[in-house]
């Protein structure tokens, strides 16, 4: 996220920063949900 947060600012503008961030974050915590979410699912068709 760091690497790409200059990229997002140098070609997106300063208004998509604050978005990549909170994007960021969101992703960020809610990859424990979707794990807890797609393995016993993944599991059951095996």
Not at 18 to 44: E, N, T, Y
């Amino acid at each position: 996220m760091d690497t790409i947060l200059t990229v997002v600012a140098r070609h997106g503008g300063k208004d998509w920063i604050m978005a990549s961030i909170v994007h960021g974050v969101v992703l960020d915590f809610s990859v424990p949900f979707w794990i807890a979410i797609f393995c016993p699912l993944a599991r059951a068709n095996f």
